[in-house]
């Protein structure tokens, strides 16, 4: 929690002017109301969501610790000029591996080591979901390495560094769905399911990049959101859904080459793997594309308030699809996260993150996004691509 100091230094102007412009009867009276009646600081929450570090990757071909480095940013500043800010909570939304196949114990050990470049947070205050590179094979005990390494329900501690009793907001649930509240927003983490195996998943080949959810994931997303229409609900999962942001459309994962033939671009092509639905959640357990949570919102608008995703990787400003990285639809805010990555799908890759500031009895959320390298624009605050997003209901710090 944070406390705007401009409203300290506000009242203090404005006693200050009192004094000076009135008597000392009114300067008094001032002073009196004030002791009376402070003026209430704004309470803030800021969530600093992060995605796709894709740890291995950029460590293999720049020698680039592409997670230490965001973090070192936010606390310390850039060496390119980026400035430091505050954050509460922060969410890594999947692909910490930047692996084809199934991720390895050094990879691992080298993620937990970059998450230790925090000096004035704590491991617990972030919260990770797992991404398709994240993901074991079929034939390996399930998304073994994600539970091991990145362990968000604090079962592994040994190994992850991640120890429940630290946690500022608690996890319920599992390393696969899990929910946790700050005041009156109610957090629902789904992991991918890229582990189940071709079509929908990995195999010998390597990964496939379309999203999946199991149907126990939906019916308990489902259930969650019914149960709790009272509270701000923010929806996390690797991937966005079909159609709401940047290259999330059919194909659009994709280009074509001169003689019409599909090709890499934003993500791998593997004909076998769903590939039109390379870009979004595409697979409810073996069903493809399958639009679940799309057919929920389309009848239930405002459901939830925000859906939280990545996977995509791409620089603040593209609008493949004629959509952007923040867009509306269905009543409920989607925003691609995008990647701190700069050699994981190099061609598109611009390392970013999103900072949301919560206000007190705000329905509206600041938006800012940080770029943590220089090569789109200067690195730190991106104004260009800062907004503000309603919610359906004020933010309260306490319920
Ligand atoms: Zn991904």
Redesign the pocket.
């Known amino acids: 929690m944070t406390f705007d100091k401009q409203t300290r230094r506000e009242f203090s102007l404005r006693s200050a002017q009192a004094l000076s412009a009135g008597s000392v009867v009114n300067a008094l009276a001032v002073a009196a109301r004030a002791e009376d009646h402070p003026p209430k600081p704004a309470k803030t929450f800021r969530l600093w969501a992060t995605s796709?570090a894709h740890v291995g990757t950029d460590l293999r071909h720049h020698k680039r610790e592409s997670l230490a480095d965001a973090i070192r940013q936010s606390e310390r500043g850039g060496d390119q000029g980026g400035p430091p800010f505050e954050w509460d909570v922060a969410l890594h939304l999947?692909?910490s591996s930047g692996n084809q196949g199934s991720p390895k114990d050094d990879e691992g050990q080298e993620v937990v080591r970059q998450f230790g470049a925090a000096r004035q947070h704590v491991r617990e205050q972030f919260y990770n979901l797992a991404?398709?590179?994240d993901a074991t094979f079929a034939d390996e005990e399930t998304q073994w390495w994600f539970r091991k390494w990145l362990d968000p329900t604090g079962e592994n501690t040994k190994y992850s560094g991640v120890d429940a009793k630290n946690r500022p907001y608690p996890v319920e649930g599992t390393w696969e769905r899990y929910t946790f509240r700050v005041g009156n927003l109610l957090f629902a983490m789904m992991s991918?399911r890229n582990d189940i195996g071709p079509p929908v998943g990995r195999g010998a080949r390597g990964g496939y990049?379309a999203g999946a959810v199991t149907g126990e994931t939906f019916a308990w997303w489902k259930s969650l959101v019914r149960k709790n229409s009272e509270s701000i609900i923010i929806s996390a999962h690797?991937?966005m859904l079909k159609e709401t942001t940047v290259a999330s459309g059919e194909w659009e994962g994709f280009k074509k080459t001169k003689d019409g033939k599909w090709q890499s671009n934003y993500h791998g092509y593997f004909p076998q793997g769903g590939p039109q639905g390379a870009s979004y959640l595409y697979w409810i357990d073996d069903k493809p594309d399958a639009q679940a949570f799309e057919t929920y919102l389309t009848e239930n608008p405002g459901a939830i308030d925000l859906w939280l995703g990545?996977?995509t990787h791409t620089n603040p400003d593209d609008r493949k699809g004629g959509r952007g990285h923040v867009e509306r639809k269905w009543e409920v805010n989607f925003a691609n996260i995008s990647a701190l990555t700069k050699c994981h799908g190099h061609g598109h890759s611009t390392p970013m993150s999103r900072l949301f500031t919560f206000t007190e009895g705000s329905n509206q959320v600041r938006v800012q996004c940080y770029l943590h390298t220089s090569q789109f624009q200067p690195q730190g605050w991106y104004v260009n691509a800062e907004c503000v997003i309603d919610l359906g209901k004020p933010f309260r710090m306490v319920v």
Do not use: E, K, L, S
């Open positions: 796709d999947g692909d991404g398709n590179h991918d990049p690797h991937h990545a996977h």
